[in-house]
């Protein structure tokens, strides 16, 4: 049983690429979270999606989107990287509402 | 809106000290709260998790209680051993939230030497 997987654990971009990070689960949860995580600011929300076909904004979404591709995927995408999104990104799913969320192993990212 | 606080790091103790790790939290309902853990080069795992007033969560020796009167959820445990040293997250989430987000506090690092 994976739980949560990440692609990729690493990556480098230059100001202005474009990447998309995968994560997929295989535990049937309906949610599913990105987060990313910054030195002494704890983890912070990107977008989630309640359910497969539906995504939100959290609490920091500008220069991201999203795709809820099926159940069990969900992927982010940088369109135009900037230094600013250096961060560790963190995919995370759950059953539903207040349920236990179960994390991935996160990706590294840097941009220069 | 909801927010969470926990102490600074990095906490340095000896094995088999005694560790605490405050929290405490701002929440306009009546949340739950999770504490997570998240070793070197891992994501985050639950540690333990209370969900009303009174409860205690216990997990691997460590305890944590939901304290209503003082919005409070520290963590404790009674013996620490090198394998603990990890930084710990305190969050929260608000049932009145129909997604379920996290809220979490800024993490503690803690490290344990032999």
């Known amino acids: 049983n994976a739980g949560v997987t990440q692609t990729p654990k690493f990556q480098v971009l230059k100001t202005g690429q474009s990447m998309t990070l995968q994560c997929a689960q295989d535990?049937?949860?309906?949610?599913m979270y990105w987060y990313r995580q910054d030195p002494g600011m704890g983890l912070r929300l990107i977008y989630y999606s309640a359910s497969e076909g539906t995504t939100d904004k959290g609490e920091v979404p500008n220069g991201y989107n999203v795709s809820r591709l099926n159940k069990r995927e969900f992927s982010l995408r940088l369109e135009s990287a900037a230094p600013s999104q250096t961060s560790v990104y963190f995919c995370?799913?759950?059953?539903?509402?207040?349920?236990?969320?179960?994390f991935g192993p996160g990706t590294r990212l840097t941009v220069l | 809106g909801n927010s969470v606080t926990q102490m600074e790091g990095p906490v340095t103790l000896s094995e088999e000290a005694f560790l605490t790790i405050n929290c405490t939290y701002t929440?306009?309902?009546?949340?739950?709260l999770f504490w997570y853990v998240q070793y070197p080069g891992e994501g985050l795992q639950l540690l333990l998790k209370a969900t009303k007033a009174d409860d205690k969560g216990s997990n691997k020796g460590f305890e944590a209680t939901y304290r209503k009167e003082t919005t409070s959820f520290h963590l404790e445990k009674g013996s620490v051993q090198v394998s603990d040293s990890a930084v710990y997250f305190c969050?929260?989430?608000?049932?009145?939230?129909?997604?379920?987000?996290?809220?979490f506090g800024a993490g503690t690092q803690v490290v344990v030497t032999p």
């Open positions: 929440a306009t309902g009546y949340p739950s």
């Open positions: 995370a799913s759950s059953t539903g509402q207040l349920d236990t969320q179960y």
């Open positions: 535990m049937n949860h309906n949610s």
């Open positions: 969050a929260l989430s608000d049932p009145t939230d129909s997604w379920g987000k996290l809220q």
